[in-house]
Nanobody, 124 residues
């Protein structure tokens, strides 16, 4: 049973920083952490879940929406089966539950997994 366990959320003042971690375990069926593209999503109350960062399986490429570009950095350590999200210059509008996502295609199957989420609150 695949588990993605997020940590590192909490309360931070505007302008502050947090680093989220997501550690994966339990992969089977030829799927490993190293074969997965990893992403962070967030969902604020009353809003749809949105992508905030993604990174390829090798870590060679990352993508960010304009809302976080230049402030958030995604990285991964394939030796530790862990993906990180460094969040700097946090704003109140970054307040949300942040979710870790793993996705891979092992033809003809697609596999997608979600963590349980970690709360990030940006407030003075």
């Amino acid at each position: 049973q695949v588990q993605l366990v997020e940590s590192g959320g909490g309360l931070v003042q505007p302008g502050g920083s947090l680093r989220l971690s997501c550690t994966a375990s339990g992969f089977t069926s030829g799927v490993t952490f190293r074969t997965c593209n990893m992403s962070w999503y967030r969902q604020a109350p009353g809003k749809k879940r949105e992508l905030v960062a993604s990174i390829t399986s090798t870590g060679s490429s990352a993508h960010y929406p304009d809302s976080v570009k230049g402030r958030f950095t995604i990285s991964r350590d394939n030796a530790k089966d862990t993906v990180y999200l460094q969040m700097n210059s946090l704003k109140p509008e970054d307040t949300a539950v942040y979710y870790c996502n793993a996705y891979t295609v092992q033809a003809p199957h697609e596999y997608e997994y979600w963590g349980q989420g970690t709360q990030v609150t940006v407030s003075s």
